[in-house]
T-cell receptor, first 115, second 114 residues
Framework: AQSVAQPEDQVNVAEGNPLTVKCTYSVSGNPYLFWYVQYPNRGLQFLLKYITGDNLVKGSYGFEAEFNKSQTSFHLKKPSALVSDSALYFCAVRDPMDSSYKLIFGSGTRLLVRP | DAGVTQSPTHLIKTRGQQVTLRCSPKSGHDTVSWYQQALGQGPQFIFQYYEEEERQRGNFPDRFSGHQFPNYSSELNVNALLLGDSALYLC?????????????FGPGTRLTVT
């Protein structure tokens, strides 16, 4: 069965420091991987995706993620955190063999960037 | 270009009632998916509509049903509401044959069942 794990409920980082939000997945075959961000009382906003190709994917707002097939991970990173990055982050996986293209989400990680 | 829109924003219903939520996809998108996000959890897939038919369904009871109209907009209906149906309901749309494309989410409808 497909699954996504976000092992940290919350990540705390000081503004200006690098941040990492962790994600591991379990999918048979080659997965499609996504990161979304959710601000309070808002829907999910797409940040970036990995389909194929370069393992380092660059996305919106300076975020990037590294796909590691051997570790089945897709960690979200940013070199210098901003207070405005504070939000709820979701990792999601899609099985490319699934005709519905449904997303399987992790439980989310709350990022808190302190000034 | 309008993104995905949902209505209403908030809704309060009593246990046992029925509710209808509405979604208009992003322009050019023909596939609509519905997700339920309970408090403190990630979204869970309810079902997806493509060409006015339900393409796949998640692990949700038959009380949850949907419809897609010729203009690609969609409705989610929930019958015999339970307290546990209280959640944020998210609609997402994607491009035709969207296997390589991300899904775009609406702002959601917050349903409270009392």
């Amino acid at each position: 069965a497909q699954s996504v794990a976000q092992p940290e409920d919350q990540v705390n980082v000081a503004e200006g420091n690098p941040l990492t939000v962790k994600c591991t997945y379990s999918v048979s075959g080659n997965p499609y991987l996504f990161w979304y961000v959710q601000y309070p009382n808002r829907g999910l906003q797409f940040l970036l995706k990995y389909i194929t190709g370069d393992n380092l994917v660059k996305g919106s707002y300076g975020f990037e993620a590294e796909f590691n097939k051997s570790q089945t991970s897709f960690h979200l990173k940013k070199p210098s955190a901003l207070v405005s990055d504070s939000a709820l982050y979701f990792c999601a996986v899609r099985d490319p063999m699934d005709s519905s293209y449904k997303l399987i989400f992790g439980s989310g990680t709350r990022l808190l960037v302190r000034p | 270009d309008a993104g995905v829109t949902q209505s209403p924003t908030h809704l309060i219903k009593t246990r046992g009632q029925q509710v209808t939520l509405r979604c208009s996809p992003k322009s050019g998108h023909d596939t609509v998916s519905w997700y339920q996000q309970a408090l403190g959890q990630g979204p869970q897939f309810i079902f997806q509509y493509y060409e006015e038919e339900e393409r796949q369904r998640g692990n949700f009871p038959d009380r949850f049903s949907g419809h897609q109209f010729p203009n690609y907009s969609s409705e989610l209906n929930v019958n015999a509401l339970l307290l546990g149906d209280s959640a944020l309901y998210l609609c997402a749309s994607s491009f035709p044959s969207g296997s390589l494309y991300e899904q775009y989410f609406g702002p959601g409808t917050r349903l409270t069942v009392t």
